[in-house]
């Protein structure tokens, strides 16, 4: 019988070109963008659960952002029976590292607790999770790592330089952390001579809040109720100032993909918007291929009725006939899944280039993916198949080999609501795409505030300040050199960290961002004042005793009448400023959040960027000029300059391909439900050949028969316009509330959309149906 | 083995009845050759088809073998008609995707009868039907006398009692008619009960006694 099943399956699939090719290119295509979407979702979902105590690991948080004060944790477990274990992370980049005779800038350094490898699953290679990190100067670093520094030798024992000053001694290996953790360090220093390491006493500083806190909570617990504990308890340590926070605590599982609302993370993390649209687009585009399978299968039916009415004859029961076409369903679904296999073969390394993941079909040999997977597939088989097996199955054979096979008017009527719902499903997809692109481009075109091109900033150790200033001058007496200066954040960055400040006359403090400068920070980006001035060389006062604030501070402080002049007592450094300038709200960091306050110091010590503005087109020898100049003077560093806007741009890199996958996947969409329509289209004309050629012979133009075959569609697309617009203007207004900044939701996106697929589908439509009205009249009454 | 009475079968529209038959009796015994004739429209296909259990009457009596079969459900229809109704068309309905072989396996498969038998009884009625040679080739590669001596095969592989024809020479020239007629007076004579539709008095004249059907009435019926 299965033999049976077969033969007729492949025959009819051989025999049926259009229908074949379309049915399964739009399935192979449907299920390769669903399982690459699939494995993407769960690459996302599958962070930092390989922890073997994830369930019972959280992340002390703030409203903002994710750092602790080095303090805070001791504190916590001491005072909460909850909490049975802590680690702290205080994650670092630029860090210099000696070896005998090498030297190597790393950007992935966390200074931590021992307790980090009992809380944490992390494997190790040499050495054991119970005996790291303990003592002082101890260090474990991951293997890819400990082969850079001393090759097949064994690591453990070995020393090495940080920062120039401090001897740390390896006590161990790990594997290398897996791609889906929230952190990937390389080098993991030891917590236990802090104080050594950052100078006496911050170790015990309340008010750097820089360090991320890890809690190994007992079973049960109520989180809430712990969550305000923690910030009761902290409320009189956090702020010296005494401004209270509210303290959350996050479990390790989410922290991958539900941190996008804090400024700044240890690694820039996903965001479950996006694993959610993805999602969506993945089903979406499994409906649309699993549509036209269904239509097509249904329409090309029409033309086995006879071998239906046969079957019936002679003994088919119902189910025997559902069971067959169900079987053929579930045979075009495996021949689309083997294809969809190999499209994968070259699609992943795509995907991957342009999310940054490395997703791999590999994780295809874990058979309860597999398994799932397949039942998925197996699972839509049997719906696509199910409704023509239903339909098919309950003809009565008497008709079927009565008729001439063309009285199948109640399935007619499904497909074109299964047409109408596709099309609903790109018209949402046209209109989010073209209010995506648009939302990209504003984000492009938007004004920062400041000069980003052509400037350089690099990250070393500047000694003292009379060396910075030699540097300084050796790099302005360079021809293209302009503007020299140093800041403790340039723009692009994040605004993390936060001081106080009480303005004249108040007695609150306010909690504010600070930024760190020097002379000539606002000169070397361009940035100009709009109130007063800005901090000058000739003014070396400026440097203890002036502040500039941007327009927020200004209005956050509540300042009245002209602010220049006023004085605000600062926390950081202590010390008490007179406002000489004010600045426009830039945009310092990402456009996905509003601009805020921020108060300007020059403090030299803190300001450890170095920002350089050139004026040359030759920007790559300019640079390299540079580095030579830094280098010459600053021998023992490592010193690698970058372009801001090149910052800029990676930052917003992510973004922009996530866009661009989202727009190839709409197009994708779009050309599947195209590629449905041509052949629903074809297969209706195919019915209607006996109608064209009476209307023809009775007088009908070409263009009065092309005219009566579009309105039809026409009124479909009108009712699937009418039901996409509210579900995308929804979605869409519910997208960019996640955005500070965004561009205006206009009405004619959405008819912009409508009037794209309306387009598409008279296309589609015309043209086959010119071919079908040119016919002769006598040609398609003989078809009959 | 047919035993009818009062069958009515009546075609409803919106607004119209057509009496397709009216009040019929008719009585067939095992191993009986009966045709059946008359005009369009008198009511030959439907009597046909409610004999083979493909439709339903709207009065009247119907007992097949035995059993009162007047008002059962299509389900269980499909179970009696299994192997015991054999049915040849006038336009052959063979499958265009499946081969001679495969065409004629077809009852037997729904049969749920092992690979080893369905074998046997194919090449048995292959050889019988003298298509031996033609077992690969598909409906379209053969003349109409091929195709309906396929049909016929098919019709009689699963042995059934009562072979249905609906014209089966309708479509065919009288040299294949004719052989397609000896075939079924064959088919008759070992035994199988044969009804037949037609409009050729030459077909009629292969049968036992002839039933002349019109406007749903039984008029006469002759026997030769």
């Known amino acids: 019988m299965i033999k049976n099943y077969f033969k007729i399956a492949f025959a009819n699939l051989i025999s049926n070109k259009v229908y074949s090719v379309i049915s399964i290119s739009s399935l192979s295509i449907g299920l390769a963008v669903c399982i690459l979407l699939f494995l993407y979702v769960s690459r996302e979902r599958s962070y930092d659960r390989y922890h073997e105590k994830a369930d019972n690991i959280y992340r002390l948080c703030q409203e903002e952002h994710p750092y602790q004060a080095p303090g805070a944790a001791k504190l916590l477990t001491d005072n909460l029976p909850e909490i049975k274990n802590y680690a702290r992370i205080l994650p670092r980049d630029n860090i210099l590292v000696q070896l005998d005779n090498q030297r190597y800038k790393e950007n992935f350094v966390a200074w931590t607790d021992a307790e980090l490898f009992q809380i944490f699953s992390f494997e190790f290679k040499d050495g054991n999770p119970g005996n790291s990190l303990q003592q002082p100067g101890t260090a474990v670093l991951n293997e890819k790592t400990a082969r850079k520094y001393f090759g097949d030798e064994n690591a453990i024992g070995k020393t090495f330089k940080v920062g120039g000053e401090y001897d740390y001694t390896v006590v161990g290996v790990i594997k290398d952390i897996p791609q889906n953790s929230h952190f990937t360090f390389d080098l993991f220093l030891t917590l236990a001579d802090g104080d050594k390491m950052f100078s006496e006493g911050w170790m015990e500083n309340w008010g750097w809040n820089n360090f991320l806190v890890y809690f190994e909570i007992q079973d049960q617990f109520s989180k809430s109720d712990l969550e305000v504990k923690i910030s009761e308890l902290l409320k009189n340590f956090n702020n010296a100032d005494g401004i209270m926070e509210q303290f959350t605590l996050q479990n390790l599982k989410d922290i991958h993909l539900y941190s996008s609302h804090f400024l700044g993370d240890i690694q820039p993390q996903n965001s479950i918007t996006y694993v959610l649209i993805f999602s969506a687009i993945a089903l979406l585009i499994l409906l649309i291929a699993t549509f036209n399978y269904v239509n097509l299968l249904t329409a090309n039916a029409t033309t086995r009725v006879t071998e239906i009415g046969i079957r019936k004859t002679f003994g088919a029961s119902k189910s025997q006939l559902a069971i067959q076409f169900i079987f053929e369903s579930m045979l075009v679904f495996i021949i689309s899944f083997c294809i969809s296999l190999i499209l994968l073969r070259f699609s992943i390394p795509l995907f991957n280039e342009l999310s940054e993941k490395s997703l791999s079909l590999a994780i295809l040999s874990n058979y309860k993916i597999l398994s799932s997977l397949l039942g998925m597939i197996l699972l839509a088989s049997i719906i696509a198949g199910w409704y023509p097996a239903f339909v098919l199955s309950s003809y009565n054979p008497v008709k079927i080999m009565k008729s001439s096979q063309s009285g199948i008017g109640s399935g007619f009527q499904i497909k074109k609501i299964l047409v109408g719902a596709q099309f609903t499903i790109v018209i949402i997809l046209i209109s989010s795409a073209i209010v995506m692109s648009r939302q990209i481009n504003f984000l492009q075109d938007k004004e920062l505030g400041f000069e980003k091109e052509a400037v350089l900033t690099a990250i070393f150790d500047f000694g003292d300040e009379a060396k910075f200033n030699t540097l300084k001058q050796a790099l302005l007496e360079q021809s293209f050199v302009s503007n020299v200066s140093t800041a403790s954040r340039i723009p692009s960055g994040d605004l993390g960290n936060q001081g106080t400040v009480v303005p004249e006359g108040q007695e609150e403090p306010i909690l504010i961002p600070y930024v760190h400068v020097n002379f000539d920070y606002f000169r070397t980006l361009g940035i100009k004042p709009i109130e007063g001035r800005l901090f000058t060389n000739e003014i070396q006062t400026d440097a203890i005793e002036s502040v500039i604030l941007n327009k927020a501070a200004v209005a956050l402080f509540g300042l009245t009448g002209d602010p220049i002049g006023q004085t605000l007592k600062c926390n950081w450094p202590k010390s008490t400023r007179k406002i000489v300038g004010i600045i426009d709200d830039i945009h310092f960091e990402s456009l996905y959040t509003k601009t805020k306050p921020v108060v300007f110091v020059i403090h030299y010590p803190l300001a450890y960027h170095i920002i350089v503005k050139v004026n040359t087109p030759d920007l790559i020898k300019a640079k390299n000029s540079i580095t030579e100049v830094c280098q010459s003077i600053y021998s023992d560093e490592i010193i690698e300059f970058s372009f801001l806007d090149t910052i800029l741009e990676q930052r917003y890199q992510k973004d922009y391909n996530t866009f661009q996958l989202m727009g190839f996947f709409a197009a994708l969409a779009i050309f599947l439900a195209s590629m449905g329509l041509l052949g629903m289209v074809s297969f209706i004309l195919i019915g209607k050949t006996k109608e064209i050629g009476i209307r023809k012979v009775n007088g009908a133009t070409v263009s009065e028969i092309m005219k009566m075959l579009n309105v039809s569609f026409v009124k479909w697309m009108a009712i699937s316009f009418v039901i996409a617009t509210p579900i995308a203007y929804y979605s869409m207004n519910k997208w960019l509330e996640s955005f500070a900044y965004k561009t205006a939701l206009n009405w004619w996106v959405f008819v912009l959309a409508g009037i794209i697929s309306i387009v598409i589908v008279l296309l589609t439509v015309s043209g086959l149906t010119y071919r079908a009205a040119l016919r002769n009249p006598v040609e398609s009454l003989k078809y009959e | ?224």
Do not use: W
């Open chain 2, 1 to 224: 083995m047919i035993i009818i009475e009062k069958l009515t079968k009546v075609f409803r529209t919106e607004d119209v009845e057509t009496f397709a038959l009216n009040s019929v009796d008719i009585h067939v015994k095992r191993g009986e050759f009966v045709a059946i004739m008359g005009p369009s429209g008198c009511g030959k296909s439907t009597l046909l088809n409610i004999i083979g259990l493909l439709d339903n009457s709207t009065e009247g009596s119907y007992f097949f073998n035995g059993t009162d079969i007047t008002n059962l459900k299509e389900k269980s229809r499909t179970k009696i008609r299994k192997g015991n109704i054999g049915f040849i068309f006038q336009s052959f309905h063979l499958i265009d995707k499946l081969n001679v072989y495969d065409n004629i396996e077809l009852p037997l498969l729904y049969l749920k009868m092992n690979a080893s038998d369905r074998r046997k009884r194919v090449t048995e009625v292959l050889t019988r039907m003298k298509i031996g040679h033609r077992t690969k080739h598909f409906p379209q590669q053969l003349s109409g006398g091929q195709q309906q001596r396929v049909a016929i095969a098919r019709s009689v592989v699963a042995n059934p009692g009562l072979i249905l024809a609906d014209e089966p020479t309708g479509n065919l020239d009288s040299k294949n008619g004719f052989k397609v007629m000896t075939l079924l007076s064959e088919l008759n004579q070992e035994g199988s009960t044969i009804l037949m539709v037609t409009h050729s008095e030459r077909d009629a004249g292969y049968a036992h006694r002839t039933i002349n059907l019109l406007d749903g009435h039984v008029i006469t019926e002759t026997s030769s």
